[in-house]
């Protein structure tokens, strides 16, 4: 069973950084997409990045220059690192991730629980 479980969520000031975590394990190889998407109060999900088996990186233009997205293949963990944070970044982060060659863009075969990042001002 695919499991995406995450970590590092939380409330940070406006200009600030945290850094994501989203550990995946139950996939039987390691040709798998993944990344995060968002859901900001009274939006509809975002794409915000994501990463594919042949090292492909999308990132969503509202966020462009200030995160990152990496990954520690032996761990099968993927990380976000988000600086500048801004208000608008509030959302509810979804690790997620697919199968095969692609990249989580705009759907996912899996979904992490969400976890909350609040970015006051």
């Known amino acids: 069973e695919v499991q995406l479980v995450e970590s590092g969520g939380g409330l940070v000031q406006a200009g600030g950084s945290l850094r994501l975590s989203c550990a995946a394990s139950?996939?039987?190889?390691?040709?798998?997409?993944i990344g995060w998407f968002r859901q900001a109060p009274g939006k509809e999900y975002e794409g915000v990045t994501c990463?594919?088996?042949?090292?492909?990186?999308y990132y969503a233009d509202s966020v462009k220059g200030r995160f990152t997205i990496s990954r520690d293949n032996a761990k099968k963990t993927v990380y976000l690192q988000m600086n500048s944070l801004k208000p608008e970044d509030t959302a509810v982060y979804y690790c997620?991730?697919?199968?095969?060659?692609?990249?989580?863009?705009?759907?996912?075969?899996?979904w992490g629980q969400g976890t909350q990042v609040t970015v006051s001002s």
């Open positions: 990463i594919s088996r042949s090292d492909y990186i």
């Open positions: 139950g996939f039987t190889d390691d040709d798998y997409g």
């Open positions: 997620v991730a697919t199968g095969g060659l692609g990249c989580p863009k705009n759907s996912a075969d899996y």
